[in-house]
């Protein structure tokens, strides 16, 4: 795996893209500079590694826009020392993201082919998140609770199982909505028994689905 001044140079210019389109906190601007995107993409795409865009890593799913991951990051309000679980690994680049803010990060993956390759990836990387090939939808019970959950697919709903995993204080980031389009939603749990849900504005993921594969 290479890093080379070109692929700096690239990682630079989209830091000042996701700047421009609004991204504030300097600790995730450092993590979009620091990480080699190219690392997560298949060799035929490297070469727009660096754009602002998604782009697809085999298994129907895709590797998420910088801004929309830097987005989803900066919603999440992460502290260092957090306990975060993420649904979908995917590619392992915004997983990779996270662990550079100092979280604990706990990632589930139902496609299997894509849970062998990202471990492999980040621990290649020396990146030490606790690895988990399952069923999103149910998250990890015996983990909870988590002081954040990321959701990095589209649900129909807000996963109600997941919300009871949820710490009192903690957030949840969550892309609500059906393959048209999601709005982006932060719920944030008050106490045992009272959530507080706000609208974030219109994303468009893959589709989060139930099982594994």
Same mark, same amino acid.
């Given at each position: ?95 990779? =993201? /996270?662990?550079?803010? %100092? #979280?604990?990060?706990?990632?589930? +993956?139902?496609?299997?082919? $894509?849970?062998?390759?990202? @471990? ?28 954040? =959950? /990321?959701?990095?697919? %589209? #649900?129909?709903?807000?996963?109600? +199982?997941?919300?009871?995993? $949820?710490?009192?204080?903690? @957030? ?42």
């Amino acid at each position: 795996m290479t890093d080379s001044y070109r692929h700096k140079g690239l990682r630079k210019k989209l830091v000042d893209i996701i700047t421009q389109k609004g991204i504030k906190d300097q600790r995730i601007l450092d993590a979009i500079g620091k990480v080699p995107r190219h690392y997560f993409m298949d060799s035929g795409f490297i070469e727009f590694a660096y754009r602002d865009q998604a782009f697809p890593i085999g298994s129907g799913q895709t590797i998420s826009q910088p801004y929309t991951v830097a987005f989803q990051t900066e919603l999440l309000q992460v502290e260092k020392h957090n306990k975060i679980l993420e649904i979908g690994t995917g590619s392992g680049y915004q997983c990779a =993201i /996270l662990l550079e803010l %100092g #979280a604990k990060v706990y990632t589930i +993956e139902r496609q299997r082919e $894509l849970f062998l390759k990202s @471990r492999a990836l980040l621990i290649k990387m020396s990146y030490k998140p606790y690895f988990y090939y399952g069923d999103g939808y149910k998250g990890l019970p015996n983990n909870a609770p988590f002081d954040k =959950i /990321l959701i990095t697919a %589209g #649900a129909p709903e807000t996963p109600k +199982e997941l919300l009871k995993q $949820l710490k009192v204080g903690g @957030r949840m980031v969550v892309p609500v909505g059906g393959s048209s389009g999601q709005v982006m939603i932060s719920v944030d749990r008050l106490s045992e028994d009272e959530y507080k849900e706000s609208e974030h504005g219109y994303f468009s993921f893959v589709p989060m689905l139930k099982g594994k594969q």
